[in-house]
């Protein structure tokens, strides 16, 4: 059964500096986002992404945050100056089409010291 | 703006009982109602999802139950077992949107 994939599944680093977080949708999917999930919260949306451009983002999504797809298979994220408050676990998601089934990938857990 | 709001936050319920888990959404934009299962350490995995023109669906054991008036949906988990231990969170969408919209989760716990 196809399946979302992310890397890393654990990624630590230091207040201020870049990460990329990286995933793979499922391969017929057009749509694809990322949500995150501070620990013991809900998830909340941060931006999706429809053919090569964002089509909605969040509140959250400032300047610190891109996407891109980089070819044509790979989703990734980036913050570009991390901050404490960034630690969460990230998942991206994929869908075949707007407003229908996402499914989510295992997630990665960052945590900025 | 709490768009979805879930209750209760936590359940225990004996093998073989049935947990209920209730939904109330604000935005009557919203078109399309999926219920999502999370275990520790994992992503949330899609369960079932409804779309507001019927009032029940059933896949196994999960039951959706859609009350487009009141603006409610539940999930039924009948003949609850220890493996259905998890989070599960409600979400919604609407046709205009691209993301969805989470509950807070409720935490089920099944005793054996």
């Known amino acids: 059964e196809p399946e979302v994939t992310q890397t890393p599944s654990h990624q630590v680093t230091q207040m201020g500096q870049e990460v990329i977080l990286r995933c793979v949708p499922i391969s017929n999917h057009l749509y694809f986002y990322w949500y995150r999930q501070i620990l013991g919260q809900k998830v909340e949306f941060l931006v999706s992404f429809y053919n090569n451009e964002i089509s909605e983002k969040s509140e959250i999504f400032d300047d610190q945050f891109s996407v891109e797809r980089p070819d044509g298979s790979n989703f990734t994220l980036k913050i570009r100056s991390t901050k404490l408050e960034d630690s969460a676990m990230y998942f991206c998601a994929s869908s075949e089409q707007r407003n229908y089934e996402q499914y989510f990938g295992p997630g990665t857990r960052l945590t900025v010291t | 703006q709490q768009q979805v709001k879930q209750s209760p936050q936590s359940l225990i319920v004996q093998k073989g009982g049935i947990s209920i888990i209730n939904c109330a959404y604000e935005?009557?934009?919203?078109?399309?109602f999926p219920w999502y299962q999370q275990f520790p350490g994992k992503g949330p995995a899609l369960l079932i999802a409804i779309r507001p023109d019927v009032s029940e669906k059933k896949e196994g054991r999960f039951t959706i139950s859609f009350n487009k008036s009141a603006k409610q949906f539940s999930l039924h988990i009948m003949d609850s077992q220890p493996g259905d231990s998890a989070t599960y969170f409600c979400?919604?969408?609407?046709?205009?949107?691209?993301?969805?919209?989470f509950g807070a989760g409720t935490t089920v716990t099944v005793r054996a």
């Open positions: 935005n009557t934009a919203f078109d399309y």
């Open positions: 979400a919604a969408s609407m046709r205009s949107d691209y993301k969805l919209s």
